[in-house]
């Protein structure tokens, strides 16, 4: 799908603040300096829920945050901008000269990134991981409130419903397993998510054996998501047979743009073992001619939409930079096309990572939006993988990697 988008769009310069008596009400999501000129009307949100419900007050208890602008402090009882579920509150302990630091300390002035060595050497490992985990913008955009238990960050009854349902379901199964085999055997006689049970229990053993070996191992709060992520990816290669015989669908291929634009592919690559995440670029004319190509690397893992999106935001700052005002950015990421083109408004971390990408739409005269699949988005895959290699960022311009030459003269032929 390719869709034509304007270079000014006002419609996403919206902040969404909650008053204090809203369900819903929850951490800060990230922190990022505020740009003065980038004034937001706020909008007040109505969940259609009463006050002085015992649901409610849980959830507003459980799940308060903060507005941020950076200027809060990072101990205080009121600080829960951590993106986690228990504590939501910093519990690594207050250094006497920083009891009253405000979390913009934590960020490097001079490249806006998260400051590794301060939030080492301040907060337990656990949280420090989680700190180091929350993208942050190159560009000012606003501090914002979200609920952490929707795709969009936006809050719903049902999903307020469904994490409270959650909450009393975990502790009455706290309550009747006392071992693991009573646990192990009631999985198997529900046929409770056997396959990813199976994954995070191996996942566990496999980190523990890390740490022990004393070799790279991931936070603890990345192996549930870091099962997920495998067990999709072996679904993936490894699809249940079917009963009936079906035609295989047609392989996609790369297609070159029209001629007087280029194509900007982009991808990203979490390499979770590693605690890093991986972006790959590659920018072609109408005739699949290289003008330049790039491997980045970051020194944190991040979900992977947020992964995809600043894969997006990347591409864009390179194409820029090389000059290009016409443009198609492509992906694999159908999500992410899908919430570029219809400018949905996300309130989670994706969010600030949208807004960006909506800033960097301003480079450029026209820019149209496309989804393709992985094998149409090859060249950029490589890229992406192939960033573990390097230690910051690569550039290759007319030109790609050498183990990459394959894959882009297949390209090529698919079209010629």
Known sequence: MVMM???????????????????????????VKRKENMKRKGERVNTGET????????????????????????????????????????ISPIIDSMADARVEILIDEATHRWNH???????????????KSLPLPQQGVEDRLFWPFTQTGTYTSKSGYRFLKSEEESTDRAARFITFKELLSWLIKHQHHLDLFSVTAWSIWTQRNQVRLNKPSCSPHLISQLAKDRLQEFQAIN??????????PPVQKWKPPDHGLVKINCDGARFAKENRTGFGVVIRNSKGLVFGSLSKLVLQAYSPLEIEGMAAATALDFASDLGFQRAILETDSLVLVKALSDETEFFSTVGLVLDEI???????????YSHVKREGNMVAHMLARHAIRVSDVVVWM??????????????IAGFS
């Open 358 to 368: 909506r800033q960097k739409v301003n480079f450029f005269d026209e820019l149209h």
């Open 5 to 31: 988008i304007t270079p000014l769009m006002g419609n996403y310069k919206r902040k969404w603040e909650v008053n204090n008596e809203v369900v819903g009400k929850t951490r800060r999501e990230t922190f």
């Open 117 to 131: 060595s301060v939030i080492d050497g301040v907060f337990t490992p656990e949280e420090a991981e989680l700190i």
């Open 398 to 411: 007319e030109d790609v990697p050498p183990p990459l030459f394959p894959v882009l003269l297949a390209d």
């Open 239 to 248: 699809p249940h047979p079917s009963s009936t015989r079906s035609v295989p």
């Open 51 to 90: 006050r002085g419900n015992t649901r409610e007050e849980g959830i507003k208890n459980r799940k308060k945050g903060s507005i941020g602008k950076q200027k809060d402090t990072a101990w205080t009882d009121q600080s829960t901008w951590l993106p986690r579920k228990h504590p939501t509150k910093v």
